[in-house]
């Protein structure tokens, strides 16, 4: 269920499209329920800001239930009736996920099922027992049966002192449910149709309904305002890098670094502390991420080093490179086996190949760069006219002297060299040398003469 609007966030964004752990809530609890069943079996109730949160999901293959008017989660299962029952749909068990609690794993959906299944229930609660239950409803039993799930607002005294908790997660016999789901009543301060009213519909009608306890009740937990969400980011967090340091990453003050949930490290990295580990990223073994640098979306080979400071994103890099200080590498950047980009060097769409090195203050823009390559301090690739990017190709072995600007489109020649300072705006062939300055000249005595004659005016 996922169309609230998740009022006390103070948000005009759609709750479930909230990050945490780097990805919108929503996304967690798809990625466990297909764990469970496949995104054709997964469906997705939608309501406020429908589009953007379709949008934001479409690309898992769930499919969406809209439910246009908002009348409470009873009603979002009124809504999805067609969808469970019809067009060829004719499913024996309905389990219901929160869109906004992205701690579920799929172990416990699946205890959930099979214990729904072994009771031969009608409806089936997870529930948790929690120290300080304020909050939330609580779940009414006579033994091991369900008589009624009472929200805390309408609990008596007695009943708020109740620790077990409703989590929000159900399993249903879908003909028993649409049975009687037209018995939920709106006689409620929302005048809404609730579904934990369910529990008291089935009660009445004789139909069997249990309970089962999570053994961690944080997984349950939801985000219902942003301290919530940022408890249930830095749980999440902790969960990966606990995951990473068992699979033989190192990982030094884990509380500092912000590794989002599909990141991959492989065995005998490390990662030292303030790193930033983003999006999709991949990085082989036996590298070294050094602290303050920010990776997002990049591919990382072995035995990589990342020196301080280095801003990476959609960019992939070869084995046994070594990257930073403060290298910024933006989209598109391809960085070779062995190669070297070094302090304060920025690199855009180029591709250095094996063993190059631009190790020194050098912009690096839409230019093809071959192996052994050697870029002088202060290099730039002057890839654009006002109008349109140009490209700039650098063959094998050339050597591009200190501060030299190459105006693309431009081919520097293999082997070939650029002498330090030169301004480049034709081809270089190969194995040529190229001078682009204006030759020196030296006026012997100009600078005391005009001192001389600034004391005379009386500067």
């Not at 953007?52 to 989660?73: D, H, S």
């Not at 929690?130 to 033994?143: E, T």
């Not at 050094?290 to 959609?314: A, F, H, K, L, W």
């Not at 631009?358 to 192996?371: K, Q």
Request: glycine share 10%; hydrophobic share 40%.
């Amino acid at each position: 269920m996922a169309a609230g609007k998740g009022t006390r966030l103070k948000s005009k964004h759609p709750k479930v499209l909230h990050e945490i752990g780097g990805k919108p809530i929503l996304a967690h609890v798809i990625a466990t329920a297909e764990k469970v069943v496949p995104a054709r079996d997964i469906f997705v109730i939608i309501g406020h800001e429908a589009e953007r949160v379709r949008e934001a999901v479409a690309g898992t293959g769930v499919n969406f239930v809209l439910q246009a008017e908002q009348r409470g989660t009873g009603h979002a299962l009124m809504v999805a009736r067609d969808a469970l029952l019809g067009n060829g749909n004719k499913y024996d068990q309905v389990i219901v996920l929160s869109g906004d609690a992205p701690m579920i794993t799929a172990e416990t959906i699946r205890k959930l099922s099979d214990f729904h299944t072994a009771q031969k229930a009608d409806m089936t609660v997870l529930s948790a027992d929690l120290d300080n239950p304020y909050g939330y409803g609580r779940v009414i039993r006579k033994g091991a049966r369900v008589l009624a799930i009472v929200e805390e607002k309408s609990a008596t005294p007695q009943q708020k002192k109740i620790r077990e908790i409703n989590s929000g997660f159900y399993a249903f016999a879908a003909p028993a449910l649409y049975e009687h789901i037209d018995r939920l009543s709106t006689a409620n301060a929302h005048g809404e149709y609730y579904l934990t009213d369910m529990a008291g519909v089935f009660h009445q009608a004789r139909k069997k309904v249990v309970a089962i306890k999570t053994s961690d009740a944080g997984e349950v937990l939801g985000s219902n305002t942003r301290a919530e969400m940022m408890m249930l980011d830095a749980r999440l967090r902790l969960a990966k890098c606990r995951q990473l340091l068992e699979q033989g990453v190192t990982i030094f003050f884990t509380h500092t670094c912000v590794i989002d949930s599909d990141v991959e490290v492989g065995a005998d990295t490390v990662i030292e502390p303030f790193v930033q580990l983003l999006g999709h990223t991949k990085i082989g073994e036996d590298c070294r991420i050094r602290s303050y640098s920010v990776i997002r979306n990049s591919v990382i080979g072995e035995r990589v080093t990342v020196r301080p400071g280095t801003i990476m994103e959609d960019s992939r890099v070869g084995a046994g490179a070594v990257l930073g200080p403060y290298t910024h590498m933006r989209p598109g950047s391809e960085v070779g086996e062995g190669a070297h980009v070094g302090n304060f060097v920025e690199t855009k769409k180029v591709k250095l190949g094996k063993g190059s090195k631009a190790n020194h203050l050098s912009y690096l823009g839409d230019a093809e760069i071959g192996e052994d390559v050697n870029i002088g301090a202060g290099t730039i690739t002057c890839n654009y006219d006002g109008v349109k990017k140009h490209k700039t190709v650098i063959e094998d072995g050339a050597f591009i002297g200190s501060d030299s600007t190459l105006v693309a489109p431009v081919t520097i020649g293999r082997g070939a060299y650029v002498a330090a300072a030169s301004c480049i705006t034709e081809d270089v062939p190969a194995d040529a040398l190229a001078l682009g300055r204006a030759r020196q000249s030296v006026k012997e005595g100009w600078a005391r003469e005009k001192r001389e004659a600034q004391k005379q005016n009386g500067r």
